[in-house]
C-alpha cells in the first residue's frame, strides 16, 4: 500500500488532505464530487478523520490509476499474456525436448501460487485481541445508510471439506466494536461455503484482510470461476507469490502485508441480523434484509497501516475503472476457454455491470448471435447480464453513437430481440421475484439470408423524421419531455418522460404513438418517468436499464405495412403497487442529504484539492422520492 501511494504521488494521481474530516458522511460526499470529475479525478488520502489510520479512496479511480497497479501501460498486455502461456502449455509436444522446454513456464506459473511462510507477518505488527471496530476509520457514505459500512474487504473464507480457499469482496455492516454482517449473495462462493458449514454444524472461521498491495483488493473483485484462488490471480497479476502468514485466532492463513485483518468466525445456527440498506453500485439503494452475524475475535495491522474504502452509488464512481479492467483482462480467456469468435466486449458505466453489456464478434453462421449471448449468459458472473446486445467484428463497440447506429440500422424488434429467463443480480430491484427474472437479447449483426424476413426488406432513410415534439405533448398531456436528438444521427430511439397515473397506461400511449405518421419508423421508444432528464442519454440510460424487468416491461408494435418498422417500446419507468401491482419494495436512488452538501460547499477550501465542484447529488434533487431508502 504504502509503495503504491507512492507510485501515485509521484504520478501526480493523489492528493493529501491535511484538515480534519469526518468519517461519517463528510469523506464519501467529497469522494463522489471528486470521483465524477472527467477521468475519475485523484485519489485522496485524508490523513486526520479522528483515528489514527489514514484513509485512501478513490485509489482506482483512474485508467492511469489501475494501470499503475496492475503495472501495465495497456489492459491487453495481461490478456495477451494469458493467450501466451495457455497456448505455449497446451499446443501438442512431439518430443521430450519440447517439453522440457516447458519446464521454465511451469516453474513461472508455480512460483504465483500463494505461498505459506512461518512466523508472523507486517499484517500482525500490531495485535488486537479485546478488537475495537470502533477505531477504524470505517465510512458511513451515503445518509440513509443503515449505518458505517466496511467496503473494500478481502473476505478470506475455506471450504470445510478441500480447505480451497476464496477470497471475495462482501460489505460489512459495522453493528458493535466485534460484530458486523457479512452481506454475501446466495450465488457467491462464500455463501457456499457458509452451507457447507452449516450441514456439518460448525462455526465458520473468516478473515478479513484490508489493503496490502492493491492486487490483493482487485483480485477479490475478479468474477473467477470456483475454487480457482484469487490470490493466485494476485500472484500473477504481480508477478510474485503473496505470502501467507497463520491468523492469530482462527484456523485460517492471511496476507502477510495486509494492513489490516480482521479475524473471526460465523455460527451458521445464529440468527441472521438485519443489515442496511446501502446506496449500492447500481446508484439505488440495495434494501434492508437478513445477512449473517461476523463476530470478531482480533484486529491485527502493520505499524503504519492505511485503511482503504471506496463510495458506490450513481455512475460513473470508482468501481466503473475496476470493471472496466476485469473487462478487459478476461476477454481473451473467454475467447480461449469458450467463444474463439469473440472480439470485443464492452460494458458501459450506464449498465451497472450487470444490465447492459454490448459484445462484437466474427460472424460465420445463421443464429450465431443467439450461440454467443446464450453462451455469455451461461458463464460466470454473466448469467447476472439483463440486456447483451451481438455486433459485428468490424463495429466499434466502444464507440456507443456508431453502435447505436449499426444497432438501428441491423434490428428489426419483431424478429431480432429475444427474451429467456434465469438468475438475476440479487441488487436487481425491477424484477417480480428476488433475484430471478428475465433477460433480453438483441442481435444487431447484419444477417443472413436465412435470418431476413419478408415484413421488413427496405432500408429506411431516418434522417427523414422529422417529429413535432410540441404538437405531441399538447396531443397526449401525460408526455412530459421528448427527445428525439438521436434521429438526426440515424440512430431510430426517441426517449420520452411521462407522468404515470394509471394502469396499462405506457402501452396505450405507445399504441396511439405509432399511429402517429412521423413515428412510424421509429423502432425504439423508451419511456421513463417525468423527474428523468430525457436530454441526458446516460441518465435517461442508467435508469431505465436498471428499471425493467425485460419480458415484464418490453412489448413489440407490429408494422402496418412492409414500407415501417416494427417497434420495441422499453417501460423504463419505477414500478408501483398501485399502477403496476408491484409487490416488492422499490428502492430510492443514491443521494448525499442537503446538510452534508452544505457542509462540503462550506469547507471545500479547508480541503486544500483544488477547484470547487459541485455535489452530484445537488444536480439530482429531483429524481429523489423518498426520506428513506424506500420509495413510498
Not at 483488493?217 to 500472484?235: F, K, Q, R, S, V
Not at 466474427?362 to 450461440?371: E, I, L, P, T, V
Request: hydrophobic share 40%; charged share 25%; net charge neutral.
Amino acid at each position: 500500500m504504502q509503495a503504491f501511494i507512492k507510485k501515485i504521488e509521484q504520478a501526480g494521481e493523489l492528493i493529501r488532505v491535511t484538515e480534519t474530516v469526518d468519517t461519517n458522511l463528510e469523506i464519501a460526499e467529497i469522494a463522489d464530487r471528486m470521483s465524477k470529475v472527467k477521468g475519475g479525478g485523484k485519489a485522496l488520502l485524508f490523513e486526520k478523520n479522528g483515528s489514527e489510520f489514514p484513509v485512501l479512496i478513490n485509489a482506482l479511480g483512474s485508467e492511469k490509476r489501475m494501470k499503475i497497479a496492475l503495472g501495465v501501460n495497456e489492459y491487453d498486455e495481461i490478456g495477451e499474456e494469458i493467450k501466451r502461456m495457455f497456448t505455449k502449455i497446451s499446443s501438442p509436444k512431439k518430443n521430450i525436448t519440447e517439453k522440457l522446454k516447458l519446464l521454465p513456464e511451469i516453474a513461472a506459473i508455480s512460483s504465483f501460487m500463494p505461498k505459506r511462510i512461518s512466523g508472523k507477518g507486517k499484517s500482525q505488527e500490531i495485535i488486537h485481541k479485546n478488537p475495537d471496530l470502533f477505531k477504524l476509520p470505517v465510512l458511513k457514505t451515503w445518509s440513509r445508510d443503515g449505518g458505517p459500512f466496511i467496503t473494500l474487504p478481502q473476505v478470506i473464507t475455506q471450504d470445510p471439506h478441500t480447505e480451497i480457499r476464496n477470497v471475495g469482496m462482501y460489505r460489512m455492516q459495522v453493528f458493535e466494536k466485534d460484530l458486523t454482517g457479512m452481506h454475501w449473495h446466495k450465488h457467491k462462493v462464500g455463501a457456499r461455503h457458509f452451507n457447507e458449514y452449516k450441514k456439518i454444524g460448525k462455526k465458520m472461521p473468516i478473515a478479513v484482510a484490508l489493503g496490502g498491495d492493491p492486487l490483493l483488493t482487485y483480485a477479490a473483485t475478479a468474477p473467477l470461476p470456483d475454487n480457482i484462488d484469487e490470490y493466485m490471480l494476485a500472484g500473477f497479476l504481480r508477478k510474485k507469490s503473496v505470502k501467507m502468514v497463520k491468523a492469530i485466532t482462527q484456523n485460517i492463513y492471511v496476507p502477510a502485508e495486509a494492513d489490516f485483518i480482521i479475524e473471526g468466525y460465523v455460527d451458521p445456527s445464529e440468527d441472521f441480523i438485519l443489515e442496511g440498506p446501502f446506496g449500492d453500485h447500481t446508484g439505488f439503494f440495495s434494501l434492508a434484509d437478513y445477512y449473517p452475524k461476523f463476530h470478531v475475535t482480533c484486529i491485527t495491522h502493520k505499524k503504519n497501516a492505511v485503511y482503504p474504502a471506496t463510495v458506490v452509488g450513481i455512475p460513473p464512481m470508482e468501481d466503473a475503472f475496476i470493471a472496466k479492467a476485469t473487462e478487459r483482462i478476461f476477454l481473451s480467456p473467454i475467447k480461449l476457454a469458450m467463444l474463439p469468435e469473440l472480439t470485443d466486449m464492452n460494458i458501459p458505466d450506464a449498465g451497472v455491470a450487470h444490465n447492459l453489456t454490448l459484445v462484437s464478434f466474427n460472424k460465420s453462421f445463421s443464429g450465431q448471435a443467439h450461440k454467443v449471448t446464450n453462451a455469455l449468459w451461461g458463464a460466470g458472473q454473466m448469467m447476472f447480464n439483463k440486456i447483451l446486445v451481438t455486433f459485428d467484428s468490424d463495429v466499434q463497440i466502444n464507440n456507443y453513437e456508431q453502435a447505436a447506429k449499426i444497432l438501428s440500422e441491423n434490428v428489426n424488434p419483431k424478429h431480432d430481440i429475444f427474451f429467456i429467463k434465469g438468475p438475476l443480480d440479487i441488487l436487481d430491484h425491477s424484477s417480480e421475484k428476488f433475484a430471478y427474472g428475465s433477460k433480453m437479447g438483441i442481435d444487431a449483426t447484419k444477417k443472413y439470408p436465412e435470418e431476413i424476413y419478408e415484413d421488413l426488406k427496405e432500408t429506411l432513410n431516418l434522417k427523414l423524421i422529422d417529429i413535432d415534439s410540441i404538437r405531441l405533448k399538447r396531443t397526449f398531456n401525460e408526455i412530459q419531455e421528448i427527445n428525439d436528438e438521436l434521429l438526426k444521427k440515424d440512430i431510430s430511439v426517441v426517449f420520452i418522460s411521462i407522468q404515470k397515473t394509471k394502469k396499462g397506461q405506457i402501452k396505450a400511449l405507445a399504441k396511439n404513438l405509432f399511429t402517429e405518421s412521423e413515428l412510424k419508423k421509429i423502432k425504439f421508444l423508451i419511456f421513463v418517468d417525468a423527474q428523468v432528464n430525457v436530454f441526458n442519454i446516460e441518465q435517461a440510460t442508467w435508469i431505465f436499464a436498471n428499471n425493467i424487468e425485460p419480458l415484464r416491461d418490453c412489448f413489440i408494435i407490429e408494422a402496418d405495412n412492409e414500407q415501417e418498422p416494427s417497434h420495441i417500446v422499453i417501460d423504463g419507468t419505477g414500478k408501483r403497487a398501485d399502477i403496476d401491482n408491484f409487490k416488492r419494495d422499490w428502492p430510492d436512488i443514491v443521494t448525499s442529504d442537503q446538510a452534508t452538501i452544505e457542509l462540503v460547499n462550506l469547507r471545500w477550501k479547508d480541503y486544500g484539492i483544488g477547484d470547487f465542484i459541485e455535489s452530484p447529488s445537488a444536480k439530482l434533487k429531483q429524481l429523489v422520492l423518498s426520506k428513506t431508502a424506500v420509495v413510498e
